[in-house]
């Protein structure tokens, strides 16, 4: 079975400074998809970031840009420039491209609060 | 824009009663999830459905049913609530390969079983 692993369960970063958060994972697939989830307080999680197996190239979203290195089963979230807005509970999520039943779903890990601090 | 709506988002309840939780999507996807969220544990899988009528117990389905009579809503049932199940409900949808493939969430509702 996969696991998602985050190790750090609170970070904390200054304003305007870059930050790093760290996930591992475990899988014996070749294919499948890496996630980095936003959750603000009290408010939605909304996607941040993707990154496809096959893609040997790091996906990267305005800010936000990640370091997947394969061989390794790492997977980490940096963020630069950091604002007080990215303030929330950051969760890593696994799931497999395979097509089917629970194949479906999202394996998430336990989630970094990150703090941004002005 | 996927939309997730979770019609409650605050709710306490007595132990022993049935609860429903009722989730809608406005994209005619055929891939819907509930997920329970608690500190320290993450976000971990109860349910989900791949098409109406159709569903599959996820991780942790003790407790719970769901029902999907219709392909944009998607329920979640505790036949008679205990302590233990207060926590946050997610539900969330997928898009399908052609759009991404990618799984949204509804806001959450908190569920406190007293």
């Known amino acids: 079975a996969q696991t998602v692993t985050q190790s750090q369960p609170e970070m904390s970063v200054q304003e305007a400074e870059t930050v790093t958060l760290s996930c591992t994972y475990d899988?014996?697939?070749?294919?499948?998809?890496l996630f980095w989830y936003k959750q603000p307080p009290s408010r939605q999680m909304i996607l941040v970031i993707r990154?496809?197996?096959?893609?040997?190239q790091n996906a990267t979203e305005n800010r936000f840009s990640v370091n997947f290195q394969k061989a390794a089963k790492s997977f980490s979230l940096k963020i630069s420039d950091s604002q007080l807005g990215d303030a929330a509970m950051y969760f890593c999520?696994?799931?497999?491209?395979?097509?089917?039943?629970?194949?479906?779903?999202?394996?998430f890990g336990t989630g970094t609060l990150l703090a941004v601090q002005p | 824009d996927v939309k997730v709506t979770q019609s409650s988002r605050y709710l306490v309840k007595r132990t022993g009663e049935k609860v429903f939780l009722e989730c809608v999507q406005d994209?005619?996807?055929?891939?819907m999830f509930w997920y329970r969220q608690d500190p320290g544990l993450g976000l971990r899988l109860i349910y989900f459905?791949?098409?109406?009528?159709?569903?599959e117990k996820g991780d942790i389905p003790e407790g719970y049913s769901v029902s999907r009579e219709k392909k944009e809503r998607f329920s979640l049932i505790l036949e008679s609530a205990s302590t233990n199940q207060t926590s946050m409900y997610l539900c969330?949808?997928?898009?399908?390969?052609?759009?991404?493939?990618?799984?949204?969430f509804g806001e959450g509702s908190w569920l406190t079983v007293v």
């Open positions: 999520a696994y799931r497999s491209a395979y097509y089917g039943g629970a194949t479906n779903k999202l394996i």
């Open positions: 990154q496809e197996a096959y893609k040997q």
């Open positions: 969330a949808t997928r898009t399908p390969v052609s759009f991404g493939n990618t799984i949204y």
């Open positions: 459905s791949y098409d109406v009528k159709m569903k």
């Open positions: 899988t014996s697939e070749s294919d499948y998809y």
């Open positions: 994209m005619d996807h055929e891939n």
